[in-house]
């Protein structure tokens, strides 16, 4: 089962960036709570639009995540964005679980690319070494 474990890891949680992504594209208004008022004046975007936004980045590069492409920089940059919503929300319920989210997510970057992803197909054919 070893040799499937980084493998469930990463789909497992590109599954739930998806989800959660889709959501927002969805239905955006029961997302704009969470936006934090200073991040609406920065952008001088409407929260419905950065959840729109939001909702994209988590689609697009949960999207790569599940296939295994561009492995290491999905998981970096959806790792990064967990530990500033865990940073924003604080160590509640909610806060923690994402934390945890993010260590996972955390954990697939530094395995790199698992034997059933794009990036090893894509290392193997160019005949390098598929250590990123």
């Given at each position: 089962m070893n040799k499937y474990s980084a493998t469930v890891l990463r789909i497992g949680i590109a599954l739930v960036f998806l989800w959660f992504g889709t959501q927002q594209i969805i239905d955006p208004s029961v997302w704009?709570?969470?936006i934090p008022e200073g991040i609406v004046g920065i952008f001088s975007l409407s929260a419905v639009k950065l959840v729109y936004l939001n909702g994209l980045f988590e689609i697009i590069f949960a999207s790569a995540l599940l296939l295994g492409y561009f492995t290491r920089f999905s998981a970096l940059l959806?790792?990064?964005?967990?530990?500033?919503?865990?940073?924003?929300?604080?160590?509640?319920?909610?806060?923690?679980?994402?934390?945890?989210?993010?260590?996972?997510?955390?954990?697939?970057?530094?395995?790199?690319?698992?034997?059933?992803?794009?990036?090893?197909?894509?290392m193997n054919l160019s005949g390098g070494k598929n250590d990123e």
């Amino acid at each position: 089962m070893n040799k499937y474990s980084a493998t469930v890891l990463r789909i497992g949680i590109a599954l739930v960036f998806l989800w959660f992504g889709t959501q927002q594209i969805i239905d955006p208004s029961v997302w704009t709570s969470y936006i934090p008022e200073g991040i609406v004046g920065i952008f001088s975007l409407s929260a419905v639009k950065l959840v729109y936004l939001n909702g994209l980045f988590e689609i697009i590069f949960a999207s790569a995540l599940l296939l295994g492409y561009f492995t290491r920089f999905s998981a970096l940059l959806l790792a990064l964005h967990m530990l500033d919503i865990t940073y924003i929300v604080g160590f509640d319920a909610i806060g923690v679980r994402d934390f945890g989210l993010a260590v996972a997510t955390i954990v697939i970057f530094m395995q790199g690319a698992d034997k059933f992803s794009l990036d090893y197909y894509r290392m193997n054919l160019s005949g390098g070494k598929n250590d990123e």
